[in-house]
Structures are given as C-alpha cells and as structure tokens.
C-alpha cells in the first residue's frame, strides 16, 4: 500500500499539489492519469524517492521513506523508468538479474535464492525462452517486459512505471496493460503507472489516479474505478470529452 500524508510536491518555483493524503491499496493496478505537464512524473519521484516531495510523507506498506538510503528504498520500491534497454551483448537474464542489487554482496555476486528469483521473475512476464538472448535482439514490447522482469526479481511490494506503453504499438500496449493487471493480481503488488493511453488504462486498471486541477487552480488527486470516473463526469472534464469513446 501506498499512503500520501499530506504532501505537497513540486519544484521551488511550482507547485503541482498541496496538502493532498490518499491510501493507494495493495493488489491493485492503478493508472496515473493527467494530461500533458500536469506533474504525473513529478509525482512518481515523490512517491520513488522524496526528490519532489516539498511537504508531507510518504509511506510504503507502513514504512516512511523519510530517511531512508538508496539500499533501503530499494527493497521498498522498484521503478521502470521509459528509457529503452538496448545493451548489445547483455543477456535478458543478466538484466534481470540487476534487480538483485539491494541484496547481493558489493561484488554483485548472486546466491541460489537471486537466480531463483531472476528466474520467477523471466517466467511471471513469460519470458523464460528469451533469458539467454541478447538485450539488442529483442523488439521493444520484450525489452519491456525484460525491465518490467528486472524489477519483479527485487522483490518489493510496490512498482511504478513511468510511461510504459509511451513507444509500444496498439498491439504491445494492450497486452502490456493486460500484463500489469495480471501481476498485480498474481504477485499482490501495488503497481502504479503513468500513461496518456486513456482507453488501455481504462480497460485494465483497477483504479484510475486522476491528475487535475480544481476551479482555483490547485492540484487535486481522485482515486476512483474508472466507471466512478466516468459516471462523475470528472475523466471527460479533465480530457476536455463531450463523451468517452464505448
């Protein structure tokens, strides 16, 4: 579970929220929603690692990251950035591997509990077949899914993304949708991710996390199912809709 008290974040000369607090519940795949410079990205910081977070606290599964190193923060919390893997001679199993960082010696050197864990992960994203190929060999929906595998093997009980389907075709963003849902269930992980893909967001997520802004032009969050979005009018309103596409 994710749970903002009270926080305010932004940059010394902008603030996109004040004094918001919200539960983000475990288990669930949820779509952070706004639109473009709305501060989706600058809320993904907070929440990875404080580095926006001007007021407030945030709490992982009860645990403050006020304080926390890197090592710490780590096994609380992975990121899959929207940077393209493209490694030559680097095989899919040793990328996912990486995400054993917070646990292995400073050498890097993996136990028989890592390789358990880099090869649940490779199996949970059904890419298994592809541990010993080349990272440059793989198109981009599997190099996703390798870096969404990466950071499966951390073991954390939250995981945030920052547009995942940005440069994936129609195809390999439904079934990365399809595949986030399918994870937060199985692997009963908080996943959060930023996305501009309205109607994929609406299909496979759980909740969606509305970005926006009230009449007085502060920033606002709304958790809520996407139907409650809907029937609200608030998603259209935001997105500037007369009406959602069916």
Sequence with gaps: MIRLKNISIGYR???????????VPSGKLIALLGCNGSGKSTLLKAIASGETLLEGEVLIDGKSLRGRDAGELARLIATVGTEKARIPNLRCREMVALGRAPYTDWIG???PEDRDAVDQALAAVDMSDFAERSLDS?????????????????????LLLDEPTAWL?????YSTGALLHRLAQTEGKTILYSTHDLEVARKYADLLLLLHTDEEGVGRLALNTPAALEA????QQVFHLDKLPE
């Design 232 to 235: 609200s009018g608030l998603l």
């Design 13 to 23: 000369n902008r603030r996109i929220l004040e004094h918001v607090s919200l539960e």
């Design 169 to 173: 075709d129609i195809p390999g963003r």
């Design 138 to 158: 793989m198109s981009d929906g599997e190099g996703q899914k390798i870096m969404i595998a990466r950071a499966l093997a951390q073991h954390t009980p939250v």
């Design 109 to 111: 050197r993996l136990g």
